[in-house]
């Protein structure tokens, strides 16, 4: 809470036109999942990812964002597939699943591992389809350097879980956040699931270099590339991450950074803090 009332004063001196933002804290989100979502959740594809859905809450993230089955939803930078298990399954009958990485040409990366990353998209499908047992024909996989006229302007929400502090210590995020905003309806909106650093942190902590990022340093970012902050939740939060590791966020589960060494604290800390920010793409 002290985080959230902290983040709400620095939004507020951002200027008195600025809009009232809603908070939810997702405490009743639970209620909302439809039954073909708990289905997905309770399936047995997810035996080995339910363990980290008391850090990652699932059903009350995607019903705090909005998101339903009839809805073509992107999934920004899939990874190794943990919301991917859920979001796809959950969107094949009615809605749309995409999966959506960034452009590796701008990334600095060698010149071999780019051209790797360059056959994603196709390659994307194909494993979704081996995640789920789903055709593969039923999703769709790009990079942002992909995004075609017929598919600009066509998905209702973005989702970008873990993921805002690669593109800052990148120095991409202006480029992926632009196509991104290019991929979606008038109205349509993303949501954001990022590590969080304190409001106070240094910048030099809080670049993205360590995982963590500050709650007004996206805010601002995302309202400067034209996006409005619908409302913010405090459901992923941990009160228990001090937020100030010298190996950073990945000294945390699952990654264990300093590897044995005070592993059980550690544990007992658990997954990251959490920001949890709805935007909306204005005109």
């Known amino acids: 809470m002290k985080n959230l009332l902290m983040a709400s004063a620095a939004l507020a001196m951002l200027g008195a036109a600025a809009p009232a ?4 804290h997702g405490k009743d989100s639970a209620a909302m999942t439809d039954a073909s979502l708990q289905a997905v959740l309770d399936h047995e594809r997810r035996a080995d990812d339910k363990a980290r859905d008391i850090y990652r809450h699932p059903a009350e993230t995607l019903a705090f964002f909005g998101v339903t089955a009839d809805q073509t939803v992107a999934e ?3 990874g190794g597939g943990w919301y991917t298990k859920i979001l796809a399954p959950y969107l094949a009958d009615k809605g749309q699943y995409i999966g959506i990485n960034y452009d590796p040409a701008p990334l600095p990366f060698p010149e071999d591992r780019k051209a790797e990353m360059a056959k994603w998209g196709a ?3 194909v494993k979704v389809a081996e995640m789920t047992g789903i055709p593969a024909d039923k999703f769709k996989g790009l990079t ?3 995004i075609s006229d017929e598919l600009a302007g066509s998905v209702d929400f973005v989702f ?3 993921m805002m502090h690669n593109l800052m210590r990148w ?3 202006d480029s992926e956040i ?3 905003r290019r991929l979606l309806k008038e109205n349509g909106t993303i949501g954001i699931v990022q590590h969080r650093a304190k409001d106070d942190a240094p910048f030099s902590y809080a670049n993205g ?3 963590y990022l500050r709650t007004d340093t996206v805010v601002n970012f995302m309202e400067a590339h034209g996006f409005e902050l619908v409302k913010q939740s405090e459901v992923n939060a941990n009160p228990e991450d001090s937020a100030d590791y010298p190996k950073g966020v990945w000294t945390l589960p699952p990654r264990f950074a300093e590897g044995d060494a005070d592993k059980a604290k550690y544990e007992a800390i658990g997954e990251s803090d959490r920001m949890t920010l709805l935007f909306k793409k204005l005109p």
């Not at 933002?21 to 939810?24: F, M, Y």
């Open 123 to 125: 390659e994307f499908p």
């Open 21 to 24: 933002v809603a908070n939810d």
């Open 144 to 146: 942002t350097g992909e």
């Open 178 to 180: 632009k196509a991104l």
């Open 76 to 78: 920004y930078a899939p």
């Open 171 to 173: 120095n991409v995020a």
């Open 209 to 211: 270099s360590r995982g």
């Open 160 to 162: 970008i879980p873990r």
